[in-house]
């Protein structure tokens, strides 16, 4: 039986809302392209790192590099959209350690030229 008072609940509720609000607004300024709105959603000290096939990818820190990094990414593509499926967020101390699958079901590169 959960020790915690309904209080202690709602909190986690709403933490949980405001999370996946705040993934959501992340995913539409990346389909916007829109890298410097996307940089005021994290902290100057920032860090931002991936994760594929439990293997650790790239990571980033700072503002400005996690906006370079974004940046050179988007500008792959012709066309971006997101679609955010299930997530599970666990929140430990003040931190959010969340989980996530999320889709990019169309990309379209830019053409380049040699």
């Not at 959501?24 to 959603?41: C, E, G, M, P, W």
């Not at 940046?71 to 066309?79: D, I, P, R, S, V």
């Not at 169309?106 to 030229?113: N, V």
């Amino acid at each position: 039986m959960s020790t915690s008072t309904i209080e202690q609940k709602l909190q986690a509720l709403e933490d949980g809302a405001a999370l996946k609000t705040l993934v959501d607004t992340f995913s539409n300024l990346a389909d916007t392209k829109d890298v410097t709105a996307q940089l005021l959603l994290f902290t100057e000290d920032a860090t931002v790192s991936s994760v594929s096939s439990g293997q650790p990818g790239s990571s980033f820190k700072g503002r400005k590099e996690i906006g370079d990094a974004f940046a050179g990414y988007l500008a792959n593509f012709e066309t971006v959209y997101h679609i955010n499926g299930q997530q599970t967020v666990e929140l430990v101390a003040r931190d959010a350690i969340r989980r996530a699958h999320a889709a990019q079901p169309s990309q379209r590169y830019k053409a380049s030229t040699c």
